[in-house]
């Protein structure tokens, strides 16, 4: 049960059909789907850094392409367009793809990437490390599990950032726009959103919070929740029991927070 064994994720991939592909995901990490189908419209602006992500700002595009980019650059005697290159996006060592992998790295998420490999935006350049420090990319679509989790799941700290910050638009056009933010992040966290998303979240509060129950003593041991919950023979709580021996490591970004 405590083998491990490395394999595709069928909640990532699920994911990635739900979001069209991994482009638009991360894209829909800072913009909104308007604003990334906006995307090659002559006639719509660069979204400004107050409008990135909000759904009331349809009238702007999230980037430009890197094609478009590079030739309104070259016909304009070497001075870049007002707009964003789309490229920047996929910046192994910016914003994130360093918290995307960070994330995918709490999961079990394997390394894609070394320090000095090319970088994935297209500027040549050779991957140092993230904003966080790591000098390797991780992937979640290849994930290592021990047969416990795959066989009683297990929580992930990918799907809970990235598959609710990726259809934050979504909910927004199904509830009433004078909710707050942070009712919005509670309707959503708690499954009652789900009809109108792509990707049902479910009751990703209670799960985390017992998660948090049987991992919180490892996070406080080792800082950043490494180790497993305790096995089931060792409680008579039944939330307990379904999460034992499950491994901590993706309740680190809840405990940080």
């Not at 999230?62 to 996929?90: H, I, K």
């Not at 297990?154 to 009433?176: C, E, K, M, N, V």
């Not at 985390?208 to 800082?223: H, N, P, Q, R």
Request: one cysteine or more; a negative charge; charged letters at 20%.
């Amino acid at each position: 049960m405590s083998d491990s064994i490395v394999n595709f994720s069928p909640d990532y991939l699920s994911l990635l059909g739900a979001m069209n592909d991994e482009v638009t995901l991360i894209l829909s990490m800072q913009c909104t789907s308007d604003q990334i189908a906006n995307i090659g419209d002559a006639t719509k602006g660069q979204c400004s850094a107050g409008e990135m992500g909000d759904v009331a700002a349809t009238g702007c595009a999230c980037c430009m392409t890197n094609n478009d980019y590079v030739l309104a650059t070259s016909r304009n005697t070497g001075t870049p367009p007002p707009y964003t290159n789309c490229n920047s996006f996929f910046d192994d060592e910016g914003p994130i793809l360093s918290k995307l992998s960070l994330l995918a790295s709490h999961d079990g998420g394997v390394a894609v990437k070394s320090a000095g490999e090319k970088k994935y935006d297209g500027s040549g350049d050779d991957f140092a490390k993230t904003l966080d420090g790591q000098t390797e990319i991780h992937t979640a679509l290849l994930q290592s599990h021990t047969v416990n989790d795959l066989m009683f799941g297990y929580p992930s700290a990918y799907l809970g950032t990235a598959a609710f910050r990726a259809q934050i638009d979504q909910a927004r056009r199904a509830l009433p726009s004078t909710l707050s933010d942070t009712d919005l992040a509670k309707q959503m966290l708690t499954g009652q959103v789900d009809a109108d998303l792509k990707f049902r979240l479910g009751d990703m509060a209670a799960y985390t919070a017992k998660v948090g129950s049987v991992c919180f003593a490892s996070c406080l041991a080792d800082g950043d929740c490494s180790g497993n919950a305790p096995g089931r023979k060792e409680t008579s709580d039944p939330d307990k029991i379904k999460l034992g021996g499950i491994d901590c490591m993706p309740y680190t970004s809840a405990f940080e927070t």
